[in-house]
Nanobody, 121 residues
Framework: QVDLVESGGGLVQAGGSLRLSCAVS????????VGWFRQVAGKERQFVAAIAWTSPATYYSDSARGRFTISRDRGKNAVYLEMNSLKPEDTAVYFCGTGDGYSTPASYRYWGQGTQVTVSS
């Protein structure tokens, strides 16, 4: 069993930055990835970025690549998402999860409750 808790969301202006944290209680299976997804009302949860737990291999959506950076600290059991050059389109509830898949929500087996990110113009 893996528990995840997101934090760091808030209200920022377009062009600003925000750092999200995902605190992991227990450790994912070593072969699993930890990922960030986002979701807006009426739409499916959408992949943002992921990182392998046992290596620093990272994966990004097209919209995140070049603006967002995912990292992890295994000693602190934490995964971070640094978001820069934020746009109003980034407004969503951001979730972290872990699973053995890649970029689809169905492949993630554990989820946090989400943290709201709102980007104003």
């Amino acid at each position: 069993q893996v528990d995840l808790v997101e934090s760091g969301g808030g209200l920022v202006q377009a062009g600003g930055s925000l750092r999200l944290s995902c605190a992991v209680s227990g450790r994912p299976f070593s072969s699993w990835r930890v990922g960030w997804f986002r979701q807006v009302a009426g739409k499916e949860r959408q992949f943002v970025a992921a990182i392998a737990w046992t290596s620093p291999a990272t994966y990004y959506s097209d919209s995140a690549r070049g603006r967002f950076t995912i990292s992890r600290d295994r000693g602190k059991n934490a995964v971070y998402l640094e978001m820069n050059s934020l746009k109003p389109e980034d407004t969503a509830v951001y979730f972290c999860g872990t699973g053995d898949g890649y970029s689809t929500p169905a492949s993630y087996r554990y989820w946090g409750q989400g943290t709201q990110v709102t980007v104003s113009s």
